[in-house]
């Protein structure tokens, strides 16, 4: 065959493919199956296999390499034209002749009759819910360009745009006075922890304060005489009424919710007498009007409705523009079409080297603590102790398989506490360091205790539970007490001087409406119980709240903190208090710092190496070597794995009686059962009975794999049930690359795993370990931590500007070489963003452009996810409704003994629920999710199974999303692939991963039963296969099984 010629194939899902053949070469038979033409994609490049003929040699088959002209691999640009938005706004001239849609994170201009929308706003402006000026003159915004919402305005045309207002406030929901003159709109910016309503003057940008109740108060909407304004009151994003008030005056209800109903978006009618509101109630969204539907839609947005007369009003709703007549109720639709560009440019994946065993820098340091004298130093890697003399090598302090973490020095130096699971859950030992003699301090068995610091004179150890609870250990007693309550995901506590204050970073959020705030500096008495917060410095943040201060100075004078990414002293006072201004004492990017005893230095992380500075900063860091490496496990042995079916993850296909070789860490054959092969492996494994399947993906998952708190139980519970793989959608990035390093170096057991991390956020973050960028300087910092440390992916974060989104996607391509995904559609779609982490989640509009809070997708999402080529992943935590239908699945021995006692218990309440309350709303929305997998699977594109674990739990969830997949809709062996072959395709890992075929790795799980049959089934391991490996269920379970969780 010509090189360069044209062909065309028929992908067999309808659609003809053209292709220009550009390479050939002779590959093996067995990557060439089935008879037919067949379409793959590997590494950015689409394959096409073709079997030459029967009558030819095994071995014969031509592989072309092709570059699709009608499905968008990276590389290519194209139009996808829409006709449907998902949460799609709309507003209306006034003189009925264009409308203004909000769809996708852009404006766009749409003949009132409809016809082709205009674009008028570009991505990095981020402009959304707009509202025309009475005149016509003028249309009012927000938008998020800046990194918080502001209120801005614009011609028709989308030329003459200007910025209304600014500061450090979210500003959010203008709606434009009837005279033009002033803009109102919600504001944090008070800053008393809720919204009010605040107005603008368009001309002179003056500042009103309308409202001032301490219940948040929101969306507002003009009194057709300008004297009133309507507006949503509520408790965070539940909205319990619609008040009105005049400026400063007492406000009247006019609309409540009713039970179990929350109201948004309240509109008045010309004559003022009526208000139009959107009301939610379970997963339906109705426009009411005086407690009366409006048309039949209902999955009305969150957006007001027009009205356009006294009897005839506009909405959006079920992915449509409506107008209906509202005395007779009659509706019509409103027809559009929107172009969206896609441009993905190509980019060359960094995929590892799953196969050296070359020694590898270890990067994954943790806790490195200066140890009093300023000599040696403590710290966590590769699952064990390390000591460390300045200068020397690296000796490790304890050797066993249980989780260990935050070694702390006593003030004498003599001995370290550490916390460990080794007793079944994790409590604090202290190690000896002269006679190796070890003592236990807590005795925790429904709880975890967590990040110990001894006070300063060595009497007692302060720690924190799972929950976040601060509790004190006096070591003479033995007894312990709580002294600080649960925070949310707060830092570890430290001791001041005199040994009366602890001192802990901890998220102050805005409002309840948002969930986002700042880190902040806690200072806690002791003997009071006064707490105190204090900003480090003016909207600020500490970088992270997980290991970054503020700790203090042992002399009782400093405390140090990282923000903005670098190292910062400030003053205390006598009672621990930060007193003047904090200053930085170095410019490089900054994680974990320690004091020396003398208060004179400090050591800290930066981008994977240690780092000593003169705690004045008069002089520049010097490095502390860190000589410690790791190695890949040596794989040398023939197994055979003798399956009573396999099914390797190609397609529907089944084989019976196969023998699966291993030989090291790959596959090297695939072939009929062949009782000789038996007796020349080293190892067989008895399958017959059994089915095997590739190894399943975790596609989205944090906190190390749940090892934060459940330590060595949570490597083991997702190999028990077949899970070979975990892929992080963002953690503590130093924590993630010694989870990566000890399982890969059989330090501990658990999957393969692939490691981001922290989440890359804005100004305001939630999560104690989110990283926040509100700049390039920032954000460069964090990406080139990025490359020393050797991140597989990059999660961007729910306040990250677009326009910092697409610098960081940049990097993440074409300096790593690795994919990046965020909690976004658009505008990422367009520019070429990997894959998005949910189907919808936490957003920074309070709604999502990708599933409705009905929980449905329309055209848009469906076209766009389809049709670009970026993956999507289902995260569906409603699937918990299916414990109703297996209730006994959480009773199996592998999970009442890996999972945790307070993990098993949230999991059998969750299992009550669902088995004692009505799941209808539950079932509704899962069955919503499943029709969007569905349909972006159908229409080509790739989407994989994850469950954002562990939140809901470890496993269980995730095979319980498989159900709901099949329940409504795929066919088993298309649900398995969504935790086998696509998260390899969707990350890059096709060529080693996601089937079971000669040449890739050996991650392979046997099941007893029919998965292809019976989804359920999946759930039934026997045998899991990582990297070569064989591990059998009792020999997971095995150190756990003397302290199961029930």
């Keep these: ?10 992908t067999g899902h309808g659609r003809v493919i053209p292709f220009r053949a550009n390479r050939c070469a002779r590959i093996a038979r067995s990557l060439c199956s089935r008879p037919e033409i067949f379409v793959v994609s590997s590494e950015g490049d689409m394959y096409l296999y073709h079997r030459l003929g029967r009558a030819l040699a095994a071995s014969s088959c031509l592989i072309l390499l092709v570059t699709s002209k009608a499905d968008p691999a990276p590389g290519v640009a194209r139009s996808i034209t829409v006709s449907e938005g998902t949460n799609l706004g709309a507003t209306v001239s006034p003189d009925r002749k264009t409308i203004i849609l909000d769809l996708q994170t852009a404006l766009w201009a749409l003949p009132f009759e409809g016809g082709a929308a205009r674009r008028l706003t570009e991505p990095e402006l981020e402009a959304s819910r707009p509202d025309f000026s009475p005149t016509g003159s003028l249309i009012a915004f927000q938008s998020f360009s800046g990194g918080t919402f502001h209120i801005w305005v614009m011609k028709p045309d989308g030329s003459g745009r200007r910025e209304l207002t600014e500061g450090h406030g979210d500003d959010r929901d203008p709606r434009v006075s009837p005279d033009g003159a002033r803009i109102a709109f919600s504001s944090d910016r008070a800053m008393k922890g809720n919204y009010d309503i605040w107005t603008v003057e368009v001309a002179t940008g003056k500042l009103a304060q309308w409202t001032s109740d301490p219940s948040d108060e929101y969306e507002p909407a003009w009194s057709p005489d300008g004297m009133e304004i309507a507006y949503v009151s509520g408790a965070g ?9 005049k400026a400063g005056g007492q406000p009247r209800v006019i609309i409540e919710a009713p039970d179990g109903s929350k109201v948004n978006a309240p509109s008045w009618s010309p004559d003022g007498k009526q208000i139009a509101y959107v009301q939610t109630t379970a997963n339906k969204l109705r426009l009411l009007i005086s407690g009366k539907q409006v048309g039949s839609a209902e999955d009305v947005f969150p957006f007001p409705a027009v009205w356009l007369s006294a009897t005839r009003i506009l909405y959006t709703g079920n992915g449509k523009i409506w107008k209906t007549q509202l005395a007779t109720n009659t509706t019509e639709n409103v027809p559009f079409k929107a172009a969206f560009a896609v441009n993905r440019a190509a980019y060359k994946r960094n995929v590892p080297d799953f196969d050296t065993t070359a020694p590898r820098t270890a990067k994954g340091i943790l806790a490195p603590a200066l140890s009093p004298d300023g000599k040696r130093i403590v710290f966590e890697a590769l699952n064990q102790l390390w000591l460390m003399e300045i200068g020397g090598e690296a000796t490790p302090l304890t050797n066993d398989g249980y989780y260990k973490q935050t070694p702390v020095w006593s003030p004498d130096g003599k001995r370290i506490a550490y916390s460990s699971d080794k007793n079944g859950t994790a409590n604090v030992y202290i190690l000896d360091l002269a006679t190796q003699a ?46 600080i309550r649960t925070t949310f995901e707060p830092g570890r506590p430290s001791w001041s001087k005199n040994g009366k204050v602890l001192s802990l970073a901890v998220l102050r959020a805005y409002t309840k409406r948002y969930r986002e705030g700042t880190s902040l500096i806690l200072t806690a008495d002791l003997q009071s119980g006064k707490q105190v917060l204090t900003e480090p410095a003016p909207y600020k943040s500490i970088t992270t709240r997980s290991i970054d201060g503020p700790i203090y100075s042992p002399d009782g004078t400093r405390m140090a903190y990282v923000m903005d990414d670098y190292l910062w002293v400030r003053p205390v006072d006598a ?6 201004e904090a200053r930085p004492i170095n410019e490089e990017m900054t994680d974990a710092p320690s004091w020396s005893a003398d208060g004179k230095r400090m050591l800290y992380l930066s981008a994977g190496t240690l780092r000593m500075i003169e705690a004045d900063g008069k002089t ?105 793989t975990l892929q992080s959608q963002g953690d503590a990035a130093y924590a993630q690359m010694e989870v990566k390093e000890s399982f890969a170096a059989g330090a501990r ?25 509100t700049n390039e300087k920032e954000l460069k910092l964090e ?48 520019f070429g963003m990997d894959g998005m982490t949910h189907v919808s989640a936490t957003s920074r509009w309070g709604y999502s452009y990708t599933r409705s809070a009905g929980g449905a997708t329309y055209d848009d999402i469906r076209q766009l996810f389809a049709a670009t080529g970026e993956f999507l992943i289902t995260t569906p935590f409603t699937a918990s409704a299916l414990y109703a239908e297996d209730p006994r699945i959480v009773e199996d021995a592998r999970v009442s003994t890996l999972n945790t006692p307070w993990a098993q218990k949230t999991m059998v309440q969750a299992r009550d629920r669902a088995v004692s309350t009505n799941q209808t709303t539950s079932l509704e929305g899962l069955q919503s999710e499943m029709e969007t997998v569905l349909a972006v699977m159908r229409g080509g ?74 989804i359920r089934d999946t759930a039934n391991v026997r045998h899991v296969i990582v990297d070569g490996r064989v591990y059998t269920i009792p020999e997971i379970l095995a150190p756990f099984a003397h302290n199961p969780a029930r």
């Design 941 to 1014: 594109g790739t989407v994989a199974l994850g469950t954002d674990s562990p939140l809901p739990s470890n496993a269980i969830l995730n095979h319980l999303g498989l159900r709901a997949e099949v329940k409504y809709g795929l066919k088993p062996w298309e649900a398995l692939q969504t935790v086998t072959l696509l998260p390899a395709r969707a990350f890059g890992y096709e060529k080693d991963l996601g089937t079971v075929e000669p040449g890739k790795l050996a991650d392979m799980i046997l099941v007893a039963g029919n998965p292809l049959g019976d």
């Design 620 to 724: 520049p860091p010097v490095t502390v070597p860190v000589n410690l490496t790791w190695r890949r496990q040596e794989r040398t042995k023939t197994i055979v794995v003798h399956a009573g079916t396999l099914w390797d993850g190609k397609g529907a296909a089944v084989q019976k009686e196969v023998d699966v070789t291993i030989v090291g860490r790959r596959i090297r054959k695939v072939e009929p059962h062949n009782e000789a092969a038996h007796r020349s492996a080293e190892t067989v494994v008895d399958g017959s009975s059994l089915a095997l399947l590739p190894g399943l993906w975790e596609a989205h998952n944090h906190r190390y794999g749940g090892q934060a708190a459940s330590g060595d139980r949570a490597g083991r519970i997702w190999l028990a049930y077949g899970f070979t």
């Design 438 to 483: 070890e003592k236990r301090v807590t005795n925790l068995h429904e709880a975890a205790a967590l990040d110990p610091v001894w006070s300063p004179d060595g009497t007692q150890i302060a720690f924190q539970t799972q929950e976040g609870t601060v509790h004190i250990a006096d070591l003479a007693s033995g007894g312990s007490r709580e002294v």
């Design 749 to 773: 057991v658990g999957p393969r795993y692939f490691a981001a991390g922290e989440p890359i956020d804005g100004e305001r973050q939630y999560y104690g370990h989110d990283h926040g960028a």
């Design 1 to 10: 065959m010509q090189q360069d010629a044209h062909h065309q194939v028929d």
């Design 237 to 245: 994003a539940i909205g319990h009424a619609v008040l009105a008030a």
């Design 575 to 580: 009672n621990g208090l930060p007193v003047s």
């Design 783 to 830: 990406l080139e931590r990025a490359r020393a440390l050797e991140y597989d992916n990059l999660k961007t974060y729910v306040r990250l500007p677009h326009k910092l989104q697409k610098i960081a996607l940049d990097y993440a391509h074409n300096q790593l070489g690795i994919w990046a995904a965020s909690h976004y559609g658009m505008p990422g779609l367009g």
